[in-house]
């Protein structure tokens, strides 16, 4: 098959706003729990008052007795299959997944009450009563009873960390060493709209409304639970309202609520509350760090230690390991990591943005300032002496261009005008700091199907069981339709979120606009073939000689169907029928011939009051590389949303642990601290040209989470730049930086 060059110059990298923009203002967007279904019943779930023991007594007369409370789930009358416990991709989220009466953390759902009416069942389940034999639960780390597991002995995915030499040797010979630690608090992704399942019986065959990252996961999942054949289930999920890794595993509240509507024989919806969620889904979890570091005085690293610490729960070994990344960020020399999973009485943690790299490469970054700093040397300087085109294992970067987002970013922050002595920069009463670090996220891409159907009359529709997660996967893949065929993007329709359609892998380690776009241009591609086999294009903005009505006539055709896969290399031939049977296949990163990634610098200023110590941050200037940009608007979103994470993650963000009780305490938007417009003022996004047609034939490389890497350990550089004060644990609060 003849392909043209793909032009950027065109559709592709457009700042086409969003084909859905308009749907979503306007409130027609449907997501998962806006669709009406027939005379539903509500669900409202009673989750566990302890973190650790067992329910001794269960007593529903007071429940049933509320009118319109139609059944309560329990452990005593409920019993589904379980699906494996995996770290991320397909799969279960928790090994949790029964009413009981084992209780495994805090806030486990042991019932599930179903009424005519959401007050109903609410009432429903305040009148539940449940009481439980308790034992005392281990919350985190530190606590008494806490058990610890060699992450690579426990999980495939930390199996083999990156080692090099003797990194002990190399950092005690070395002419300047430092060693330290750092820590990051537990997070919760709190997406706008709350996790939610509706669930739709038609005879055998059962509808489930859910917001999902990954609809074949779900639909496997939620068979294997119930024990029906995966055919007959259909998950629906067309708009996603925020999940930043909340919603890509299964959950064990969908099955419940696909039983409970099947018993009752109605439709069953549920709205998990905002508390709730804290507990029944996932989080990230809190982590250790020690690094040590061996240099020369000129600031070549000789030697790299980087030991990791994660907590999870009892029975799952998750991990992000995010050594893998830490270890290759620079040239060491010698490296040496290890990760230790620490097991707590705590609901399973997940994926949540930048999952390795958002702890691991604060504690890195962090440790490259304070480096930097020892060796008396600019922290930007120190970085490039340190760039390099392999990495300490000998690994190839397929693109690397760190040192050219550092060097765009440092120009239009004004970097050279830097009095590096902290506390030197004062204006008035306030303390001026700035600082900078690295961003880093490894290039993920999938296995993927698509089917495209091209009109006579210059009409497009793709289909993908793609996530719109808000990052505006609709729009990218309508700009690559639009591309490849020579229509409009306006011509396009693009359905997404759907079984009935051909599958895209999970919507997660920023794979989607990789997968879906270069899927989606395998079957343009087979339509343009079909269409004129003799050019390598067709369409009106291509300057071909024949116009797709002529060339449709000459076929004596009305529309072409396209079905396409793609699979990446590294894909074994079964990755398209594994990925039906909800099992994604992701390739890259550190794992393919070359080291794939994408890459940025941040640079940050930040004000301490001198008296008050309230730090605020006027000003960010992240400058990223990351492949072919599909659309200049949506990526420069992407990048902002990103870096106000990251500012929120160093200032603002923990859930904090009532250790005693294993239990969250800020498990509400109040309390739970985010920023908000008054906390964000510049914020410049540079977007650095990179050409890598060696990672997917799209020459994407992913941005959904390389925003917020890097922007934690740029705030704390600069808040030591502005008071002298290392924050080594996250969030930096204004009573860390209290001297009296
Ligand atoms: Mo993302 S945390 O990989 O869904």
Not at 270 to 283: A, I, N
Not at 475 to 494: C, D, F, K, N, Y
Not at 574 to 583: F, M, P, R, T, V
Request: proline share 5%; with cysteine.
């Amino acid at each position: 098959m003849s392909r043209a060059a793909p032009d950027p110059k065109r559709n592709m990298g457009e700042p086409a706003p969003r084909v859905d923009g308009r749907l979503k203002v306007t409130g027609e967007a449907l997501y998962a729990s806006d669709f009406s279904v027939r005379n539903p019943a509500f669900a409202f779930l009673v989750t566990s008052s302890i973190a650790k023991g067992r329910i001794k007594e269960i007593d529903l007369a007071d429940a049933l007795g509320v009118p319109g409370v139609l059944d309560v789930l329990t452990y005593e009358n409920t019993k589904l299959n379980e699906v494996k416990y995996s770290t991320g991709g397909g799969g279960a989220a928790t090994s949790w997944q029964n009413l009981g009466p084992e209780i495994g953390h805090d806030g486990q759902i042991v019932a599930v009450v179903l009424a005519d009416s959401f007050e109903a069942a609410r009432e429903g389940a305040y009148r539940t009563k449940i009481s439980y034999a308790a034992e005392k639960p281990s919350s985190t780390f530190g606590s008494p009873g806490v058990t610890q597991e060699d992450a690579s002995k426990a999980n495939e995915r930390a199996k083999e960390l990156p080692q090099a030499g003797d990194a002990e040797a190399a950092i005690s010979s070395a002419e300047v060493t430092l060693d330290a630690e750092y820590g990051t608090p537990t997070q919760h992704h709190n997406p706008i709209e709350l996790f939610t399942t509706t669930c739709v019986w038609n005879d055998d065959e059962l509808t489930v409304y859910e917001p999902s990252q990954f609809v074949f996961g779900l639909k496997n999942g939620v068979a294997q639970k119930l024990s029906i054949p995966a055919e007959h289930v259909r998950v629906v999920s067309p708009f996603v309202g925020g999940a930043f890794g909340s919603k890509a595993q299964l959950s064990p509240r969908t099955s419940f609520i696909a039983y409970a509507a099947k018993k009752l024989n109605r439709p069953v919806k549920l709205v998990v509350t905002r508390d709730q969620g804290f507990t029944v889904q996932t989080y990230r979890a809190e982590t250790q760090h020690r690094i040590r570091f061996g240099a020369h005085r000129n600031g070549k690293i000789v030697g790299f230690i980087h030991e990791g610490q994660e907590i999870t729960s009892r029975p799952d070994p998750y991990t992000v390991a995010g050594v893998e990344d830490s270890a290759r960020l620079y040239h060491y020399g010698a490296v040496k990591t290890h990760v230790t999973i620490v097991h707590a009485d705590r609901n399973t943690p997940g994926f949540m943005r930048s999952p390795p790299v958002v702890p691991y490469i604060y504690a890195l970054e962090s440790a490259m300032d304070e480096l930097a700093i020892k060796l008396e040397m600019d922290p930007v300087e120190l970085r490039r002496v340190n760039d390099s085109m392999t990495d300490s294992m000998g690994k190839q970067w397929s693109s690397r261009s760190l040192m050219q987002c550092y060097d765009e970013a440092a120009k239009a922050f004004g970097w050279q005008q830097r009095d590096a002595r902290p506390g030197s920069m004062r204006d008035g009463d306030w303390l001026i700091g700035w600082g900078c670090a690295s961003a880093v996220y490894p290039t993920h891409v999938g296995a993927a199907a698509a089917r495209v159907r091209l009109i006579a009359d210059g009409h497009a529709r793709v289909q993908i069981a793609a996530h719109e997660i808000g990052t505006g996967v609709r729009t990218v893949v309508a700009q690559m339709a639009a591309e490849r065929l020579g229509i409009p993007v306006s011509a396009v329709t693009v359905e997404t979120g759907d079984t009935e359609l051909p599958p895209s892998p999970v919507a997660g380690g920023s794979n989607q606009t990789a997968s879906c776009c270069s899927v989606v241009m395998k079957a343009c591609d087979a339509i343009r073939a079909k269409l004129a086999p003799q050019q390598s294009t067709v369409g009106s903005n291509t300057g071909a000689q024949e116009s797709l009505a002529d060339s449709f006539k000459r076929l004596k055709l009305g529309a072409i169907e396209e079905y396409a896969e793609f699979l990446p290399p590294g894909a074994k031939p079964d990755a398209i029928k594994n990925l039906y049977a909800g099992k994604p296949y992701l390739g890259g990163g550190s794992h393919g011939e070359k080291l794939m990634y994408a890459m940025g610098a941040e640079f940050v200023e930040v004000r301490v009051h001198a008296q008050t110590r309230e730090i605020r941050v006027p000003r960010i200037v992240g400058a990223f590389a990351a492949g072919r940009l599909m659309n200049t608007r949506t990526a420069r979103s992407q990048y902002m949303g990103a870096m106000i994470w990251g500012i929120s993650s160093a200032l603002h963000e923990a859930t904090e642990i009532d250790t005693r009780n294993a239990r969250y305490v800020n498990d509400n938007l109040a309390d739970y601290l985010v920023p908000v417009n008054a906390d964000i003022q510049q914020l410049e996004v540079i977007l650095v040209p990179e050409e890598d047609n060696f990672v997917n034939p799209a020459g994407v490389k992913g941005i959904g989470e390389l925003g917020n890497v890097g922007t934690a350990a740029a705030v704390a550089n600069a808040v030591y730049h502005a008071t002298g004060i290392r924050v080594r644990q996250l969030p930096i609060r204004l009573e860390k930086l209290l001297t009296i």
